[in-house]
């Protein structure tokens, strides 16, 4: 059995993200890492290997991204996975989720024609773009049931379970294997690299793609083919600190509910 | 004029603001045809209600097929409906549910997708607030049918008479989008608050709580205010998921964000930093959430909050 696990390469979100001259994020300016919730998706892929006990099942990381993204694909090695893949190529800069989602799925589909793919894995949001969106597409895309935002992972065969938050209701979601899952920040604590693990992905098989290697052409993707573009980026003005008073002797609960009343919330 | 598809948040029929924030929007495209996924014969009170909106006319689409099942259907009968209608623009309530919707419809249309918009002007420029807030990005479809889901509170609803006319569309589903399965569903026991992202007022608690949420419940319901929580107190299992604020839980844009032992990691102002006031409780004066609050006591919230509870019930008589 194999599994891809879908990981992106993010700024970091406590360093000062920023965008470059053409609006498109900073990746390169600003210090970035393997994006924190797709360390859940690398988990639950591990634990689904864990789990099934005699079978030979290989986990491949897979990012798509500038030269450093590579960073994610090695933090993925040193938790566990067992090969990864980085597709880098300047055209793709700049991609909206239409470009990401169909390079992923050429990649995918890559591995697929070479050793089979049973179940890919993803996080359930990128901490940059928020989207929560590529997952779906690359359901879409790949022809594959989506089961996705799951907090709850359980399998049995080719049988796949998960619990999913809604709107107004939790809800139990079913599919059969090969499927597109994707994990939140509640499925279960993400481990962090050992020694032996960081030692050991030094050796690890890595492989780095290009378009042409998928069968894509430059115009295909990147900025200046993407379906939507972005016009402006402004820095948001940061909020001029306000009123700070100290509680003495219930002095504070007054002084909220005057500030309260002034703004007309009362 | 051309129509714009405006996707319906309701729950059991019941309407929900967001749905009239967003014919409120369409307005400005072109002429809004309200899509109602929903059985049938809830079809007229549906239309009765968004025809306050501006909603020209109502697509009923007879949910028997799509509601066993995730998100896949659902684009499959937008697709239909969005080729028969060729529509200005598509527009979602931004829920995580939508928004895979109006990926997979991308897809479908080889349109542009824009996501978690907070505005959209005339001639479908969007605004978002991306990077915690920190920043605001204007951007625009320019391939396609554009498809934008929009935040909560993105904008006033302002009532105008439509025709509300009802048609019911026949959308074809094919197995291949029947293949993840809704197995069961548990709906949430309704608190009697306002729900999180639409509240004009939202409460919040955090580890600062120590567990007990009840001052924060208190001064919440005296306001009547939604109770949202951080992910801490949510991972100490003292509040359920659904009231999380933040990256990996709600975002909420209120008229006043009250914080009560939150720190202000940046993960939970990513939820929250959009609120138009914000007011924070913590003991440490220290605290990060101190840098971004309109007005802010240093105190102990199990003193500071029941008493401020008590003193806004007494103003209100
Ligand atoms: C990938 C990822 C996603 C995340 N997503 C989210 C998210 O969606 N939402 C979220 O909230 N967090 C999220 N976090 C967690 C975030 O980083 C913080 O850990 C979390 O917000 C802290 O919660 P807190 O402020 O309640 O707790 P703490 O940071 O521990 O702060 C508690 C505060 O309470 C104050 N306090 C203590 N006692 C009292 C008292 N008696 N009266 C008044 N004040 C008191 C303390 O001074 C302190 O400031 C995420 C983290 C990661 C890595
Ligand atoms: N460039 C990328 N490389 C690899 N995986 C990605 C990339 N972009 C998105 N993903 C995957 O898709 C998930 C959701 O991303 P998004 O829709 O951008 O919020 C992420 O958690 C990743 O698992």
Same mark, same amino acid.
């Given at each position: ?79 566990? &996975? =067992?090969? $990864? !893949?980085?597709? @880098?190529?300047?055209?793709? /800069?700049?991609? #909206?989720?239409? %470009? ?12 697929? &024609? =070479?050793? $089979? !793919?049973?179940? @890919?894995?993803?996080?359930? /949001?990128?901490? #940059?773009?928020? %989207? ?19 907090? @709850? ?114 | ?317």
């Amino acid at each position: 059995m194999n599994i891809v696990v879908c990981v992106k390469y993010v700024p970091d979100a406590t360093a000062d993200r920023k965008f470059e001259d053409d609006n498109t994020v900073d990746r390169v300016g600003v210090d970035g890492l393997l994006s924190e919730l797709d360390e859940y998706a690398v988990e639950q892929a591990l634990q689904f290997r864990e789990k099934r006990e005699g079978e030979e099942i290989t986990v491949t990381a897979l990012t798509i991204g500038p030269e450093k993204a590579v960073d994610a694909v090695r933090k993925a090695l040193q938790m566990g &996975a =067992d090969s $990864g !893949v980085h597709v @880098v190529d300047d055209a793709i /800069a700049g991609s #909206d989720y239409l %470009g990401t989602s169909l390079v992923l799925a050429k990649a995918v589909e890559k591995i697929k &024609a =070479d050793a $089979g !793919v049973d179940l @890919v894995v993803c996080g359930m /949001a990128s901490t #940059d773009a928020s %989207g929560s969106v590529v997952p779906a597409m690359l359901a879409e895309r790949l022809g594959m049931p989506q089961v996705t935002l799951a907090s @709850v992972v359980e399998s049995q065969g080719d049988q796949v379970r998960i619990k999913r938050d809604n709107e107004g209701s939790t809800e139990v979601i079913g599919a059969t294997l090969p499927i597109v899952l994707s994990v939140t920040d509640q499925s279960g604590e993400a481990r962090y690299p050992s020694f032996k693990g960081i030692m050991a992905a030094k050796k690890k098989p890595l492989e780095t793609w290009s378009l042409s290697d998928l069968g894509l052409d430059a115009d295909q993707v990147g900025l200046s083919v993407a379906y939507s573009q972005v016009e402006d980026t402004t820095a948001r003005p940061p909020r001029t600190a306000g009123e700070i008073v100290t509680d003495e002797d219930g002095s504070g609960a007054g002084a909220l509910v005057d500030f309260l009343a002034s703004k007309k919330f009362i | 004029m051309s129509e714009v598809l405006v996707v319906i948040d309701h729950a059991e029929g019941e309407v929900k603001k967001p749905t009239y924030e967003l014919l409120t929007i369409a307005r400005r495209l072109g002429e809004p045809s309200a899509v109602f996924f929903g059985p049938p014969d809830q079809g007229d009170a549906v239309a009765e209600k968004v025809r306050k909106y501006g909603a020209a006319k109502v697509y009923v689409v007879d949910d028997a097929q799509i509601k066993g099942f995730l998100v896949a259907p659902k684009a499959e009968a937008l697709q239909q409906l969005a080729e028969k209608t060729s529509p200005a623009a598509v527009l979602l309530p931004s829920t995580f549910e939508n928004k895979e919707v109006a990926g997979r419809l991308a897809i479908k249309l080889g349109s542009g997708l824009i996501t978690d918009a907070v505005d959209v002007a005339d001639g479908g420029v969007t605004t978002q607030s991306v990077f915690a807030g920190n920043y605001t990005v204007q951007a625009k479809v320019t391939t396609g049918t554009p498809i934008i889901t929009v935040k909560p509170n993105s904008a006033a609803p302002e009532e105008s008479e439509g025709a509300g006319a009802v048609e019911a569309f026949a959308a074809t589903i094919s197995d291949a989008a029947k293949t993840a399965q809704i197995v069961a569903t548990q709906p949430r026991q309704s608190t009697g608050r306002p729900e999180l992202t639409e509240a004009a007022i939202v409460v919040s608690g955090g580890r600062g709580t120590g567990g007990d949420f009840a001052p924060v419940e208190g001064f919440a319901d005296s306001l009547g205010a939604a109770v949202g929580a951080s992910r801490a107190a949510v991972d100490s299992g003292w509040m359920p998921h659904a009231f999380q604020v933040g990256q990996t839980g709600k975002t909420v844009s209120p008229q006043l964000y009250v914080a009560n032992g939150i720190s202000g990691a940046i993960q939970h102002r990513a939820g929250m930093q959009t609120s138009k006031t914000i007011v924070a409780v913590n003991k440490d004066p220290e605290a990060p959430i101190f840098e971004l609050v309109d007005f802010g006591v240093v105190g102990d919230l199990h003193a500071v909050l029941p008493a401020a509870t008590e003193k806004v019930k007494e103003r209100k008589g």
